[in-house]
């Protein structure tokens, strides 16, 4: 077995543990999952090759590592607290949704805050509050506006498609009336099922942010 085999097996048992730690945190419950599902998200985002003068299966360069950290900030803010531990590399922000809410319509799972908290700053992997869901507040764009313009700070936006794939966006300034595009760098896109990625801005234009009321 190659040497690169093993990393990937090495991986798959970090992010093993890591996922289980982040299920241990107490919060709203969203419909479950296999472990193995979930895993899978994560080890999905690696692009890998297959070298049959190398190994007979596929097959993770050093490059391939490199890029695979780079759409998972999680994951390299994790392995970073090996390194030097001053903190788990594991926080989840509190998901508070109404209590009356379906576990099952609950997209936002807690590895998938994980995943997305990897991108963000310490202070804001505190609280994340659900300011709007199709299924609790209908099907009404103008009530999507108002419960997000209302709210002041950053925020999360959630989609799954007919087709079940799952991504969505992180806006990071508050949604205001503007003549043209806003925002800044921070702001991001991000994959979340059937494969985990966050996709930074590249600064070629400031198109981040516009709404029309």
Known sequence: MSLMMALLEDLEAVLTAVLRNISS????????????EVLDIFLNAANLTTDDTKCAESCMSFEE???????LPSVRKFLGT??????SGSEVPMLVYPENIDPAVILLRKEYAWHIGGALPQDELHEW??????????LSFSTF????????????LVIKDKEGYIYGGYASQPWEKHADFYGD???FLFQLYPKASVYRPTGANSNLQWVSF
């Open 25 to 36: 945190h107490e919060s709203h419950q969203s419909e479950p999952s296999s472990d193995r």
């Open 65 to 71: 590592f490199r890029s695979w950290c780079a759409r």
């Open 82 to 87: 090996l390194l030097s531990p001053r903190d």
């Open 129 to 138: 509050r659900l300011l709007y869901h199709s299924t609790v507040h209908g």
């Open 145 to 156: 506006l108002g419960n997000i313009s209302n709210d002041k700070g950053p925020t999360l």
């Open 185 to 187: 760098m921070k702001s």
